[in-house]
């Protein structure tokens, strides 16, 4: 018999597991979907299927993926566990094996050989397959339709580490860019790069060796950069012999940014140096006359993670707001401009990706303004315009939140921000969720259409879009 959850701030309330696998196969619409959305907007997160090993944090959970298909104006919805070879050898031993942030910590039962992780960060689409990933294995493939589980796709062997759960894909080419901040054991500050063409063919894979191992959870392309950021969540085996969290806040290691030009080699990284600071998604970044502009969410300390010595952190410096970098490759110094852009706390920022890795103008985050539920929670759908400098808002009643607003053109040729965004709501009071869907030019009025789900879907990270044929 599975036992109860505990009492864990991760595990209570809309970050409580579903542990359910369901489909509705024709949602309830206030509103009207657009006819030119038609294809598959994906979210993934964490959902264990069961209690616990030991300690729980929020990253660790079994990744589940929920799947809302779009055909004339009508969407459906399921949702399926990503059946790695965790949660199989847990679903057959009927409770939870293996200590996700403390592996040496696992049941006995455990069977590390062909482990494959969770599978709980991002998924992606790209050349004809959909992959759940996270940033400690290898991606995890599921059938774009049914969500079937496929299994772990290593690219016929030749990806050699993890790959991050941000690959960026180059909307020109159709190239993905992809690294690893475990590309040696989990405690390496080896890191990895590597280049996955349009067909879906690894064509390049280098290692490099990092200022120190860190969490690195996201990366930055531009046409003409590849940007490595090194921040102080510091990763130290010595803490685990400690009883301590081998993750962890060490602000006195600095910022290290490694920038490396796409037509060379991990031997020409140059470092770039900066305060103590956070990130774990940028918005955009682009060069331009001999500089990187890089948008990016900065927190003053990491949050989700305790302080080297084990203290708390700082919830307020916890909060991450928009942020500005300027790297100014044509300069003598060693460092780069940060600049804060918007005042509201904000987090999961997108773009209109036909522009990613160019200068663009429009931007989307999910952001936390003025009164809203408790904790690390967002009520509000952001569009900043780069250009004007102007911001635009829509926010949810006091009870609600929602997620990372991804951004879907109209068509290939449309305008940038010509589009929609789709984000999951938490409806506070009624405790389900909906997917709502606003006009990217016109976010202030709320969403054109609300597709009504009879059930929660829990917080979990990051989503994309399949394009139908």
């Given amino acids: 018999m599975t036992q109860t959850y505990p009492d864990h701030p991760n595990l209570n309330g809309n970050y409580a597991p579903l542990r359910m696998e369901c489909e509705v196969n024709d949602l309830i619409v206030e509103g009207e979907i657009p006819q030119d959305l038609y294809g598959s907007f994906y979210r993934n997160g964490p959902d264990p299927q069961f209690p616990p090993l030991n300690q729980y944090h929020w990253f660790g959970g079994d990744g589940m993926v929920h799947a809302f298909h779009f055909e004339n104006g009508r969407v459906s919805y399921l949702n399926r566990w990503s059946k790695t070879s965790k949660w199989q050898q847990e679903r057959k031993a009927g409770k939870s094996l293996i200590d996700g942030l403390s592996p040496m910590n696992s049941d006995p039962q455990w069977d590390p050989k062909g482990e494959d992780g969770t599978a709980n960060t991002s998924i992606i689409f790209h050349a004809g397959k959909l992959l759940a990933l996270e940033e400690a294995h290898v991606p995890f493939e599921l059938d774009p339709i049914t969500l079937e589980s496929k299994g772990a796709y290593d690219y016929g062997g030749k990806l050699k580490s993890p790959m991050t759960a941000h690959p960026k894909i180059d909307p020109v080419s159709g190239d993905m860019y992809g690294f690893s901040y475990t590309?040696?054991?989990?405690?390496?500050?080896?890191?990895?790069?590597?280049?996955?063409?349009?067909?879906g063919e690894l064509k390049s894979y280098e290692e490099f060796e990092a200022p120190f191992a860190s969490m690195v959870h996201d990366f930055m392309v531009t046409d003409q950069h590849?940007?490595?950021?090194?921040?102080p969540l510091t990763i130290d085996f010595d803490r685990v012999v400690k009883g301590q969290s081998p993750i962890a806040w060490d602000p006195d290691k600095g910022t290290h940014?490694?920038?490396?030009?796409?037509?060379g080699?991990?031997?020409?990284i140059q470092w770039f140096d900066n305060e103590a600071k956070y990130v774990f998604h940028p918005m955009n970044a682009y060069t331009k006359d001999?500089?990187?502009?890089?948008d990016v969410m900065q927190f003053e300390e990491a949050p989700l993670f305790p302080h080297a010595d084990g203290a708390k952190g700082d919830p307020k410096k916890a909060e991450a707001r928009l942020n500005r970098w300027e790297i100014d490759l044509e300069s003598n110094s060693k460092s780069f401009k940060s600049d804060y852009l918007d005042g509201d706390m904000g987090e999961?920022?997108?773009?209109?990706?036909?522009?990613?890795?160019?200068?663009?103008?429009?931007?989307?985050y999910a952001a936390g303004i003025g009164g809203h539920p408790d904790g690390y929670s967002f009520n509000s759908v952001v569009h900043r315009d780069h250009i004007k400098g102007t911001k635009e808002s829509y926010t949810l009643n006091k009870y609600d939140t929602l997620g990372e607003p991804v951004f879907?053109?109209?068509?290939?040729?449309?305008?940038e921000g010509d589009g929609y965004l789709l984000t999951i709501a938490h409806r506070g009071a009624e405790n389900r969720s909906d997917l709502l869907i606003l006009n990217a030019n016109d976010v202030s009025k709320g969403p054109i259409a609300i597709a009504k789900?009879?059930?929660?879907?829990?917080?979990?990270?990051?989503?994309?879009?399949?394009?139908?044929?």
């Fill in 290 to 294: 001999g500089k990187i502009i890089a």
């Fill in 348 to 364: 999961f920022p997108r773009l209109d990706e036909r522009r990613s890795m160019l200068e663009y103008r429009h931007g989307y």
């Fill in 265 to 268: 080699t991990v031997q020409d």
């Fill in 226 to 231: 590849i940007i490595f950021p090194i921040f």
């Fill in 183 to 199: 590309a040696g054991d989990f405690f390496s500050s080896k890191m990895s790069y590597f280049v996955i063409n349009s067909k």
């Fill in 453 to 469: 789900l009879p059930h929660r879907i829990p917080y979990g990270f990051h989503g994309n879009w399949r394009q139908g044929n």
């Fill in 408 to 415: 879907i053109p109209k068509n290939q040729k449309s305008e």
């Fill in 257 to 263: 940014v490694g920038v490396m030009p796409r037509d």
